[in-house]
């Protein structure tokens, strides 16, 4: 039986390290490692609740708005803030060009070259990768001269000896299936997103002013103003470019992107019974239809589906969520295998690991700086699979159309959802159905608008002597990668305690104290390795789940002195 050491994994958000067992050609066993430190929640303390949403913003490098909106909701729920349905349209608005926006760019730049062999291409006959572009699709580029012309760029950079993001990887590898015209094709179409998404996110710059890190975000409503009448406000020509754009983004996703990965996945439908997981799967549900915080009233529902039984969704119920460090970095005064709520949790480091260099970590100690959460002491996954599932289960008529219609193309069942193949599939249909909704919610602002509707704000509470002595409350949020809450505690009108349990968090845990594994790890078991030398089945799996553990980190001495840098190629 031999261990492998995959330290970083690489197109990714942060530093994840996975060691695994391997043994007649599979993975045996999995452990997931963060190696590195996120402290946010300590900076938090003290400080006034409105403002804890522009500091979460840096919980991640590109995570911003999710974090930002999660922890609005969060300071409105303790303080029982109602905001105004033209805040509630905006929100949505701004998330779901998020979520569109973050699942292509992940299906392309992240996770597209697990499946697709860029040097491949380069062997391809433009007219015939032509004909087959346009068998699945009207794309108006679906030509043998835009496809030449992609692949003398590639050749030429080839030539030079310069792959530039394509240089890290295991071209040529026996797992890689496609044909090089679907190589070429989906080569075309990751230099096409490039350009895409910069264009379609500039919805945040109009309703957030800047992206990342939105500007606009306020506890009780948004900060940006409504006036037809005013240049510097949202106007009817600032909503005309919203719809062009919402527009744009909706175009892409049906002709480029949902064919792109029907395509790709017709090669590799043996993944649909590899990478399961831990099979239970957790959603906070999202975008409010009103005001009235009822879960009923979200467009995408809320619920559990435990042991992938979808006959059966059940309520999301906070106070069943515990987090564990048994085999985190950190320390808890309650003492060895007890979880803490997230309300009573605390987030003091202790990393007692191997110092580096090290070539294995002791995976039977502590060996991450991940905590491990738990919904009834059982590891759930989260993420859009964890959403289509609940919303499939739960019978929504979109969502439901919208799987069938995928599993139908490729013939496959149901049961191929619970799959690394069904994580990314998900993650498609979901951003197929909210481009489709995008322009929905811009009617229902309009609307309001012409009705003469322009408010945008509730300052009924936000003076802070209104505020009870004590309050704590929770928001949560469907980010991209899955359920995203943030708790808190006030006091006296500041932060007594503030705490985030993030997609990744419930997804790259450790085990627990019971010793089950968290989604990644289990996900991982079972794995065929071609090569273990190149365990690029690996990657296909732990990509699927769009990983994002945090911003780059220094770490320092208590002296200021630079003791690790980690570098991820």
């Known amino acids: 039986m031999a261990k492998i050491v995959i330290d970083p994994i690489t197109r990714i958000e942060g530093h994840l390290r996975i060691e695994a067992e391997v043994s007649g050609g599979r993975v045996t066993d999995a ?100 004909a087959l572009a346009a068998s699945i699709s009207d794309w108006p580029l679906n030509s043998p001269t835009y496809f030449k012309s992609v692949q003398d760029k590639l050749n030429a950079f080839v030539g030079k000896g310069r792959l530039g993001p394509f240089a890290n990887a295991y071209w040529g590898h026996p797992a890689y299936k496609l044909p090089p015209e679907a190589n070429l094709m989906a080569t075309a179409h990751y230099l096409e997103a490039l350009e895409w998404q910069r ?126 460090v048994d085999h985190s970095w950190y320390e808890y005064s309650v003492g060895a295998g007890k979880g803490l709520h997230p309300l009573e949790g605390e987030t003091e480091q202790k990393y007692t690991g191997p110092k580096p260099p090290y070539r294995f970590l002791d995976t039977s100690q502590k060996y991450s700086w991940v905590k491990a959460p738990r919904y009834e002491d059982r590891p759930m996954e989260v993420g859009p699979l964890a959403r289509l599932l609940v919303a499939y289960a739960s019978g929504h008529a979109g969502v439901k159309s919208a799987v069938d219609g995928v599993l139908a193309k490729l013939g496959v069942g149901p049961e191929a959802l619970f799959s690394t193949l069904g994580r990314t599939a998900a993650r498609g249909v979901e951003t197929l159905l909210i481009a489709r909704e995008l322009p929905k919610w811009l009617d229902q602002l309009t609307v309001n608008i012409a009705a003469g509707d322009l408010a945008i704000h509730n300052n009924e509470r936000w003076d802070p002597s209104t505020w009870p002595a004590e309050a704590s409350g929770y928001g949560w949020h469907e980010a991209p990668r899955g359920a995203l809450g943030h708790w808190i505690r006030i006091k006296d009108q500041k932060i007594l305690n503030y705490q985030a349990v993030v997609p990744s968090t419930w997804n790259a845990s450790p085990r627990d104290a019971k010793g089950a594994r968290g989604p990644y790890e289990a996900a991982l078991v079972g794995t065929p390795l071609a090569d273990p030398e190149k365990p690029l089945e690996i990657l296909r799996t732990v990509h699927s789940f769009d990983p994002c553990l945090a911003c780059a980190v220094h770490l320092f001495d208590a002296a200021g002195k630079e003791t690790v840098r980690v570098k991820v190629l």
């Open 31 to 130: 452990w997931s490692s963060s190696t590195m430190f996120r402290g946010i929640e300590k900076i938090l303390k003290s400080r006034d609740p409105r403002d804890a949403w522009y500091f979460t913003q840096r919980f991640c490098g590109v995570c911003t708005t999710v974090h930002s909106i999660a922890s609005i909701r969060c300071v409105e729920h303790a303080l029982n803030i109602k905001i105004p349905p033209n805040a509630e349209i905006i929100r949505n608005i701004i998330i779901g060009i998020q979520s569109v926006q973050d699942h292509v760019i992940h299906f392309y730049h992240l996770h597209a070259l697990d499946w697709v062999d860029i040097t491949s291409a380069l062997k391809a006959d433009p007219a015939k990768t032509a």
């Open 199 to 324: 264009e379609v996110i500039r919805i945040h710059a109009i309703l957030g002013s800047k992206n990342p890190h939105p500007q606009t975000f306020l506890v009780g409503g948004m900060a940006i103003a409504i006036d037809p009448d005013s240049q510097s406000a949202l106007n009817d020509y600032k909503l005309a470019e919203i719809r062009s754009l919402l527009a744009k983004a909706r175009e892409f996703v049906e002709k480029v992107y949902i064919p792109d990965l029907l395509a790709v996945a017709s090669f590799y439908k043996e993944w649909a019974g590899i990478g399961g997981g831990v099979g239970n799967y957790l959603s906070y549900g999202e975008f409010p239809m009103d005001n009235s915080g009822k879960p009923e009233k979200l467009w995408m529902p809320p619920g559990i589906i435990m042991g992938r039984d979808l006959s059966k969704v059940y309520p999301v119920d906070h106070k069943k969520i515990s987090e564990y």
